[in-house]
Structure formats: structure tokens, C-alpha cells
């Protein structure tokens, strides 16, 4: 099986439009309302690719169970590990930072709720982590229909709930879902892990057309999606959105461009850190954390509309989340060494 490189190269970009989500202003100025909106091609292209490399690994396999066990134990073990760390570093900080500590442990724990830590991935500072639990699910899910030979029921399945959560962010204006949030995999992971899954499933004949043509498409409905994100949100006065009707042919386009070039980016440093995406994914809402403490002794919080300042944040952030995730993994692999030696 040819290896894709081009998936890992894209991914660097989409982890980094990621840490620029987080760490830059979304609303006000156009120039960031463009910025976050075009990074929110993101999310989408790193379920499609899990999708995808998870159906080339159990399509046609007699010991495709086993492989899906193995493959969801291992984004469990990921996503708990970081909850814990999430969870201790929130302690922490209500420990030593705090006068009313017993008052702010009661609150912090309410909001430690089963469908919360299971389901939306919510109650700690590690927000972000919603993307690892909801993979999981969508996963078991996506699994099931493939065993019934129901993947493009599927596929309708979360078009159709993909639609219905966009009345939960900022189609709500014309008639609101009654949730909570709409981030969580119902909504969002379901239908584009299964679209991933569909391209390997299928097997769409990609390389009879240009990768220009691809890539000139993916330009066209990020451009469509920044006239729907505006008109919904500065004309309409919508709440804001974090994706959109035309997110769904983007990603579709810029997928097809990954899977028409795949030899896109072998033996670049940007392809190596494309690789490590979901660790750095994982770990840089603390670090984000640590630079907004530290801007906020040096008295630089009230900046925020600064664009040096998010900039070097943003550097910061990536550059610290990667460096830690890469020597982690380094300690890791020398204590197996020591092991098996």
C-alpha cells in the first residue's frame, strides 16, 4: 500500500490553522475574522483523514475487529491520559491560586458530568479534547454500519446530522437547535470520519483529474465559506459559526487534492511535524494557558488586537507544543529500548 504523504503535509498546516483559532482574536477586525475562518478547513480534514487511513486499514481484512479494537483503545488511552493531565494542571491552579479553594473544587467538579467527560469532551481547560473523544465514537459507529454493509447509509446519516448542527451555531438564527452545543460527534465528527472512510471504501477514480483542479476548487469554497461565515455573522448579527454548508465541499476538494498527490511533501520537516499533528493538537491549550499567564505579568493581556503579539504567540505555542510532544515521544522510545535490550 503507497504510502500518502501528502495527508501528513496538510496536516501541518492544519495543525497550525489550529494554535492561529486559538490563540488569534475571531471577531471585530476583518482581517482576523478571514484568518479564523479560513483555519476552520482544520477539524473536517482531520476526521477525513482519520476515516481514511482507518478504512484502508479494515476494509478487506479478515482481522479487521481486532484492528478496531486496537485502534480504539489506543485514541482512549490518548484522550484519558490527557484528561487526567488536563484535570491535575486545573487542580492545581485552583490550589494555588485560589482563596475560596473548597468553593472553586465544588464548581470545577460539576462540571465533571458522565456526558461531559465521555461524550462532549468538556469540563476541563483541555477543550480541545472533544475532537479525540468524539473520534472515538464516531469510530464505533462508522465500524458498525461498515460490518452491515451500510457505509453510504451512513454517509446520508451524517450529511443529514451535519446540516441539522448548523442550526446550532450560527444558522440558528433562522431556527435554533435545542443543544447545548453542536461540537461533538453527532454533529460534526460522524459525517467526515465517514467521509474519509467512503474514499478508501469506494476508492473514487482521483487522479483522472488534475491536482490544480482540486486545489483551485478548495480555494473557491473557502472563499464561499468566508462570504457565508460574513453574512451570517456581520450581516445577519449570527452567533459565530465554526463550520459552514460550503465547509463540506472544501474539504471534500482539498481531500481529493491530498489523495491525487500523495507523494506531496516526502522527506520535508513540514511532513514530519504533519505526523506528530494530533500530540501537538493535544498539548498546545497549555501552553496557550502558560503564554496567557505569562503576557499577563508582563502586562501585555490588554493586546490582544496586537498582530506581532499573536503572532509570536502563536509561534510559541506551536514550537513549544511540538518540541515537547517530539521529546516525550524520544523518552518513551528509550525506555522501550531499555527494556527489550
Known amino acids: 500500500m503507497e504510502r500518502n504523504y501528502a495527508i501528513d503535509f496538510i496536516k501541518?498546516?492544519?495543525?497550525?490553522?489550529?494554535?492561529?483559532?486559538?490563540?488569534?482574536?475571531?471577531?471585530?477586525?476583518?482581517?482576523?475574522?478571514?484568518?479564523?475562518?479560513?483555519?476552520?478547513?482544520?477539524?473536517?480534514?482531520?476526521?477525513?483523514?482519520?476515516?481514511?487511513?482507518?478504512?484502508?486499514?479494515?476494509?478487506?481484512?479478515?482481522?479487521?475487529?481486532?484492528?478496531?479494537?486496537?485502534?480504539?483503545?489506543?485514541?482512549?488511552?490518548?484522550?484519558?491520559?490527557?484528561?487526567?493531565?488536563?484535570?491535575?494542571?486545573?487542580?492545581?491552579?485552583?490550589?494555588?491560586?485560589?482563596?475560596?479553594?473548597?468553593?472553586?473544587?465544588?464548581?470545577?467538579?460539576?462540571?465533571?458530568?458522565?456526558?461531559?467527560?465521555?461524550?462532549?469532551?468538556?469540563?476541563?481547560?483541555?477543550?480541545?479534547?472533544?475532537?479525540?473523544?468524539?473520534?472515538?465514537?464516531s469510530t464505533v459507529i462508522l465500524y458498525f454500519f461498515y460490518r452491515m454493509k451500510k457505509i453510504k447509509l451512513l454517509l446520508v446519516i451524517g450529511f443529514c446530522l451535519n446540516l441539522l448542527g448548523l442550526f446550532g451555531q450560527s444558522y440558528s438564527i433562522f431556527d435554533p437547535l435545542p443543544v447545548s452545543t453542536t461540537r461533538a460527534a453527532l454533529y460534526i465528527s460522524l459525517f467526515y470520519t465517514t467521509?474519509?472512510?467512503?474514499?478508501?471504501?469506494?476508492?473514487?477514480?482521483?487522479?483522472?483529474?488534475?491536482t490544480k483542479i482540486y486545489l483551485f476548487w478548495f480555494i473557491c469554497f473557502s472563499a464561499l465559506q468566508f462570504a457565508e461565515g460574513y453574512a451570517l455573522e456581520k450581516t445577519l448579527e449570527a452567533?459565530?459559526?465554526?463550520?459552514?454548508?460550503?465547509?463540506?465541499?472544501?474539504?471534500?476538494?482539498?481531500?481529493?487534492f491530498a489523495l491525487s498527490s500523495p507523494q506531496l511533501g516526502k522527506g520535508s520537516f513540514i511532513t514530519r511535524i504533519g505526523g506528530n499533528a494530533l500530540g501537538i493538537y493535544a498539548i498546545h491549550v497549555f501552553f496557550i494557558d502558560l503564554n496567557d499567564m505569562m503576557f499577563k505579568k508582563l502586562g501585555l493581556q490588554q493586546s490582544s488586537h496586537h498582530l506581532i503579539l499573536n503572532i509570536l504567540d502563536a509561534f510559541l505555542v506551536f514550537t513549544l507544543s511540538y518540541l515537547t510532544y517530539e521529546a516525550w515521544g524520544r523518552i518513551l522510545r528509550f525506555i522501550k529500548h531499555k527494556k527489550e535490550a
Open 12 to 137: 501541518f498546516f492544519a495543525i497550525l490553522a489550529v494554535v492561529v483559532i486559538h490563540t488569534f482574536p475571531s471577531d471585530n477586525q476583518l482581517g482576523y475574522f478571514i484568518l479564523d475562518n479560513f483555519a476552520r478547513f482544520a477539524v473536517p480534514f482531520f476526521f477525513a483523514a482519520s476515516g481514511y487511513l482507518f478504512g484502508l486499514k479494515v476494509i478487506n481484512n479478515p482481522k479487521s475487529l481486532a484492528y478496531f479494537k486496537k485502534y480504539t483503545i489506543k485514541i482512549l488511552k490518548i484522550y484519558f491520559t490527557w484528561l487526567v493531565f488536563y484535570m491535575a494542571y486545573d487542580v492545581m491552579k485552583i490550589l494555588i491560586g485560589n482563596h475560596h479553594v473548597k468553593i472553586e473544587l465544588a464548581k470545577y467538579i460539576e462540571r465533571l458530568t458522565p456526558l461531559n467527560l465521555f461524550y462532549y469532551g468538556q469540563g476541563t481547560s483541555g477543550y480541545q479534547l472533544w475532537f479525540v473523544i468524539s473520534l472515538v465514537w
Open 195 to 210: 467521509l474519509g472512510f467512503w474514499f478508501a471504501f469506494a476508492k473514487p477514480n482521483i487522479r483522472s483529474l488534475n
Open 239 to 256: 452567533k459565530h459559526g465554526e463550520y459552514f454548508l460550503s465547509t463540506i465541499f472544501l474539504t471534500v476538494f482539498l481531500f481529493s
